[in-house]
């Protein structure tokens, strides 16, 4: 029996999201499987139309302002091997476009298997939720997560958060919205956001706030969207009025979490903290967490002496040692914000191209919602392609808490949007 090639690797990407509860190994060889499929075939039909497309080149800029910038760091070999195999993700992204572009059936078979995905993470989170375990019995992390299927991960709210975009646009483009049918935005309104906020991650939690209100403009309020909405909010005041324990300095409960320990946060920092902060020019206040400060303040120190280019990817963990007996000073394996990350590692030049292409995608939203409802024949590929570059606009959210910038796993939660993004960019031009 012949084996269709195309169906068989589109089928390991429908798997991917389901893939990465398993951890970073299975995502990165179905990356590079495909990865390796698609250059096969691309060279086989010697069709290198995808290399030339605007996405691609601007990777492949930013990818040499990685490469650069390792080659003159004190750890070339070290830093070399993260720059030089990013051009996965970008070549991923191509990969993606080209299955979706030779499988008529690729998107609507993605869109039923994340569903089915979220689905099946969000009965076990609302089980182990309510009873203090998930169906395998796995225990709750604490009184104030829950973790479900990832186990010690505490990335649930997360998973939901860069899933969401995706899932919201991709039923957008296969099903018109009608206000008398109850579509899959309810599912994220009514399930969704409050197993984000229940997952005790706070920057998913203010992120999906922000998708939610950005949403609720585009797609517009109604009867079933206000009633999900009641529901929603119903869950989370719950909770937090549920832990009205005074704040002791130990988690007690959702409010602790996400409004006393923020809170506490900001007011135990030290008087010698406060004084050694105010040394610095641009960073003369405590933002998010005096413990976020401390490492962003020790990113700003390693670039002043690599203003350019930086020391280097993923060379934090190496450079912040020095600093680890100074009291205003953290060392961690990453500073936990994108961009005090390019500014240690990549300078001047990659943070520059960092906030340009921020900048952009700001422009493409406020373009494509200006022609909102103007243009009706493409009004759906519009709202698809509004909710895919939000997705890369919080992703790549600037001065908030985030992982490694270099590290393939969330990598991947990043460029898969993007995959999706390129091919509904090039369909609205046809």
């Given at each position: 029996?012949?084996?269709?090639?195309?169906?068989?690797?589109?089928?390991?990407?429908?798997?991917?999201?389901?893939?990465?509860?398993?951890?970073?190994?299975?995502?990165?060889?179905i990356v590079l499987f495909c990865n390796i499929f698609f250059l096969f075939r691309i060279f086989?039909?010697?069709?290198?139309?995808?290399?030339?497309?605007?996405?691609?080149?601007?990777?492949?800029?930013?990818?040499?302002?990685?490469?650069?910038?390792?080659?003159?760091?004190?750890?070339?070999?070290?830093?070399?091997?993260?720059?030089?195999?990013?051009?996965?993700?970008?070549?991923?992204?191509?990969?993606?476009?080209?299955?979706?572009?030779?499988?008529?059936?690729?998107?609507?078979?993605?869109?039923?298997?994340?569903?089915?995905?979220?689905?099946?993470?969000?009965?076990?989170?609302?089980?182990?939720?309510?009873?203090?375990?998930?169906?395998?019995?796995?225990?709750?992390?604490?009184?104030?997560?829950?973790?479900?299927?990832?186990?010690?991960?505490?990335?649930?709210?997360?998973?939901?958060?860069?899933?969401?975009?995706?899932?919201?646009?991709?039923?957008?483009?296969?099903?018109?919205i009608k206000n008398k049918k109850i579509n899959s935005y309810l599912f994220f309104i009514a399930?969704?956001?409050?197993?984000?906020?229940?997952?005790?991650?706070?920057?998913?939690?203010?992120?999906?706030?922000?998708?939610?209100?950005?949403?609720?403009?585009?797609?517009?309020l109604d009867k079933n969207k206000i009633l999900c909405l009641f529901f929603s909010f119903s869950?989370?005041?719950?909770?937090?009025?549920?832990?009205?324990?005074?704040?002791?300095?130990?988690?007690?409960?959702?409010?602790?979490?996400?409004?006393?320990?923020?809170?506490?946060?900001?007011?135990?920092?030290?008087?010698?903290?406060?004084?050694?902060?105010?040394?610095?020019?641009?960073?003369?206040?405590?933002?998010?967490?005096?413990?976020?400060?401390?490492?962003?303040?020790?990113?700003?120190?390693?670039?002043?002496?690599?203003?350019?280019?930086?020391?280097?990817?993923?060379?934090?963990?190496?450079?912040?040692?020095?600093?680890?007996?100074?009291?205003?000073?953290?060392?961690?394996?990453?500073?936990?914000?994108?961009?005090?990350?390019?500014?240690?590692?990549?300078?001047?030049?990659?943070?520059?191209?960092?906030?340009?292409?921020?900048?952009?995608?700001?422009?493409?939203?406020?373009?494509?919602?200006?022609?909102?409802?103007?243009?009706?024949?493409?009004?759906?590929?519009?709202?698809?392609?509004?909710?895919?570059?939000?997705?890369?606009?919080?992703?790549?959210?600037?001065?908030?808490?985030?992982?490694?910038?270099?590290?393939?796993?969330?990598?991947?939660?990043?460029?898969?949007?993007?995959?999706?993004?390129?091919?509904?960019?090039?369909?609205?031009?046809?």
């Amino acid at each position: 029996m012949k084996i269709n090639t195309i169906n068989l690797f589109s089928y390991l990407i429908f798997l991917l999201p389901l893939a990465l509860i398993s951890g970073p190994l299975i995502p990165e060889l179905i990356v590079l499987f495909c990865n390796i499929f698609f250059l096969f075939r691309i060279f086989k039909e010697k069709n290198f139309s995808y290399f030339k497309s605007d996405f691609f080149k601007i990777f492949l800029f930013f990818w040499l302002i990685l490469n650069i910038s390792a080659l003159f760091s004190n750890n070339i070999l070290y830093s070399l091997k993260y720059s030089f195999f990013y051009i996965r993700y970008g070549i991923f992204v191509l990969t993606v476009n080209y299955l979706i572009e030779n499988n008529n059936n690729f998107i609507k078979n993605f869109y039923k298997i994340l569903l089915f995905t979220l689905s099946i993470i969000l009965f076990d989170s609302y089980f182990q939720f309510i009873f203090d375990h998930n169906i395998f019995g796995f225990e709750r992390p604490n009184v104030y997560m829950v973790s479900s299927l990832f186990n010690d991960e505490l990335i649930l709210g997360t998973f939901f958060m860069r899933f969401s975009p995706l899932f919201v646009a991709l039923y957008l483009y296969l099903n018109q919205i009608k206000n008398k049918k109850i579509n899959s935005y309810l599912f994220f309104i009514a399930l969704i956001f409050p197993m984000i906020f229940l997952s005790g991650q706070r920057t998913p939690f203010i992120l999906s706030i922000i998708f939610l209100i950005f949403s609720l403009i585009i797609l517009k309020l109604d009867k079933n969207k206000i009633l999900c909405l009641f529901f929603s909010f119903s869950i989370i005041m719950t909770n937090i009025l549920l832990d009205n324990k005074a704040y002791t300095g130990i988690g007690t409960g959702y409010k602790s979490r996400m409004i006393s320990d923020v809170i506490f946060n900001y007011n135990r920092i030290s008087d010698y903290q406060k004084e050694e902060i105010k040394k610095y020019k641009y960073m003369q206040f405590i933002f998010i967490s005096p413990g976020h400060n401390s490492l962003w303040l020790t990113a700003i120190e390693i670039y002043k002496n690599k203003k350019l280019l930086g020391h280097g990817p993923n060379t934090f963990r190496k450079k912040c040692s020095i600093f680890e007996n100074k009291p205003q000073f953290s060392c961690s394996t990453h500073p936990h914000s994108f961009v005090f990350q390019l500014l240690a590692e990549t300078g001047l030049i990659g943070l520059l191209f960092y906030f340009l292409l921020y900048f952009y995608i700001v422009k493409k939203i406020l373009y494509n919602f200006l022609y909102l409802n103007k243009e009706s024949k493409i009004n759906n590929y519009i709202k698809v392609n509004i909710f895919l570059f939000s997705s890369i606009l919080m992703n790549f959210a600037p001065f908030i808490p985030s992982g490694n910038f270099f590290n393939n796993h969330q990598n991947i939660f990043i460029f898969l949007p993007i995959g999706f993004l390129t091919y509904f960019l090039k369909a609205r031009k046809k």
